[in-house]
């Protein structure tokens, strides 16, 4: 088992990897400070593994919540279904959540943790690559809106993250891609010599290799701990962990959440930010052409939606969380591994980009 | 004027209390970080006050969201109407929500400031007496749910809260008798020598006396800010500020929320709570009758709902916030000024006092 630690002073908590962790429950316990604990999971993971989960947590009152699954139902309704079955069972302020699931559910569980009662304890217990490389670390908990993506929220840090990297085995492949997206992304944004290292092993990781997944996964959280260490609440150097995310909650908008896997989005969000990258002058064409090459050896998407409009790009980015007093601002590459923040690119190149 | 602080580190900010404060740019300036402003009120207190409050704002853009008026429409629909009128209205995070209005204006605008993009900056501009003496200062923010009140919010505080006390001159009696409730509270938990000030001097504070209302207002905010800043996130102390809450809560959901205003729900509360500190041994008879008298003098109820009966109270109070791992705690006094958070009372001793 693979520890590493999220330095965040009072609100610091580990991080787990390795196999068959599910039902380990030395590693809840310490984290679990009340008597009751509700699982909240979803209708694909909840059959596959919730018992797993019990049988670790055998020793406290133990309540469910299963949500329907997809970003689709990452909404308010589907949130107050974790309020209702919390109030109907009377959990108290002392009770944990433990989410159970991928990204979608450990925003939502994260988010009802961060808000009932004004603030509960959670556990991550994230089942699906993307959410084992990212969104179960950081604390950015959230719901969508109809008008833009992860509008509605908290940054609301987990007391521990516990990560089975036995969950992938069921994991469909399209997943396991959705996934290899947003650890590209680490090798973009920072990790030149990952990036390198990936061209290699994306066959590996996506046969599931097991040690090839581990120093993935483990390479991706020590990255972005080291990123939310330096900047929890976003003030400045977080953003570049957004690379490609503000096309891709453009696309994920616009189609319909759900209708794009968020990591799909991602993947040709970042060939977009590569490709103004290198309209700018920033990134050569090389370079380009191997981040494109990487994202189709792993079978994800290279281009936006057909039919999606530079005017649809613009309306969706102008509530991006990183526009300030009105000016839109891009995750951009100086390089492979050299991220930054920036609204100094033309709009005639962005809209170059766009109508790709 | 006069000018409290709140004192919590990073998170301190001013309280400013005084005539006319409303329409004065230079209190709301130094905690506007951005261009934009959105304006939170009901269609109430706008009609009355949200012209002044822009006059103030002239300089920045600024738009306005109007919510229905009344503890009914604390909901997520209502909750969903702010996040609207921010997403239309493009608002980025560097928008600065002003919450105009009472208790249920400020709690919903400054949950939405919690939680819209993460966290965006507001500002409390409480216009009723109960909001000025306590709901708007201490961060406590939330949505109600219809099995608890208050069950969904955040701990977040304001940049600045400004009291223009000429708003109450537009109040209705019932509300300025439900903001009694709140400042009477005070001398029963903390300030003994106040309640024997508030015993002199009921009648001035129903008459609007611009001088007694004044320190009223002053002295429970001050009480209010000693507490916040000993104990931000009710880990302990914060806890006596509940004081009749949990039975008031627990008559508010059984009436169907609005039906009691939460002033006055608190104030048979609080005689509830007198009354069982007084068959614990803890308090006099005779101090049960002062509470009973100034409650009296200020037209509040002193007795639950007809009908409600002690199961509906068990069953409405086992969601209470303060609840332990199943164990009820209440606010009980050991003497005038002198609350406590206990489970140490008889179930015979409570059902005798529901049961009135």
């Known amino acids: 088992m693979i520890e590493l630690e999220v330095d965040l002073g ?13 039902s380990d429950s030395s590693l809840y316990e310490p984290y679990i400070a009340g008597r009751k604990v509700m699982i909240v999971t979803n209708e694909t993971v909840g059959p596959l593994y919730e018992q797993q ?3 670790a947590l055998a020793s406290y009152e133990v309540d469910t919540v299963v949500l329907p699954d997809g970003e689709q139902y990452k909404n308010w309704e589907t949130l107050n279904l974790i309020f209702d079955g919390l109030l109907e069972k009377a959990h108290s302020r002392k009770t944990t959540i433990v989410a159970l699931g991928g990204g979608v559910v450990g925003d939502m569980a994260g988010f009802a943790a961060a808000s ?33 993506k992860n509008m509605i929220g908290a940054f609301y840090q987990p007391k521990a993250v516990i990560i089975d990297t036995l969950t992938l085995q069921t994991l469909p492949p399209q997943e396991v891609s959705a996934g290899i997206a947003e650890i590209i992304k680490y090798g973009l944004i920072r990790e030149s010599d990952f990036f390198i290292w990936l061209e290699k092993n994306i066959q590996g990781i996506k046969g599931l290799d097991s040690d090839v997944l581990t120093y993935a996964i483990k390479t991706s959280c020590a990255c972005k701990a080291e990123i939310v260490e330096a900047d929890e609440k976003e003030g400045g150097l977080r953003a570049i962990l957004n690379l490609g995310h503000t096309f891709g909650h453009a696309i994920e908008t616009h189609k319909g959440y759900g209708s794009w896997l968020h990591g799909e989005a991602v993947a040709s969000g970042m060939l977009m930010a590569a490709e103004l990258s290198h309209l700018e002058g920033w990134l050569s064409v090389e370079d380009v052409d191997r981040i494109r090459a990487i994202l189709v050896d792993s079978d994800l998407p290279v281009l936006g ?24 601002r891009l995750v951009l590459m100086k390089g492979i591994g050299d991220a930054v923040v920036t609204s100094s690119f033309s709009s005639e190149n962005l809209n170059t980009v766009l109508s790709k």
């Open 305 to 328: 939606p057909e039919g999606m409009l530079i005017n649809d790009y613009h309306r969706l980015m102008s509530v991006d969380k990183k526009v300030m007093d009105g000016t839109l």
């Open 10 to 22: 009072e609100r610091n908590y580990p991080i787990y990897i390795g196999e068959g962790l599910l």
């Open 116 to 148: 009932y009662q004004r603030g509960i304890d959670f556990i991550q217990v994230p089942t699906t690559l993307l959410s084992q490389v990212d969104s179960s670390v950081g604390g950015k908990t959230a719901i969508n809106h109809p008008l833009g």
């Open 53 to 55: 989960v019990r049988h």
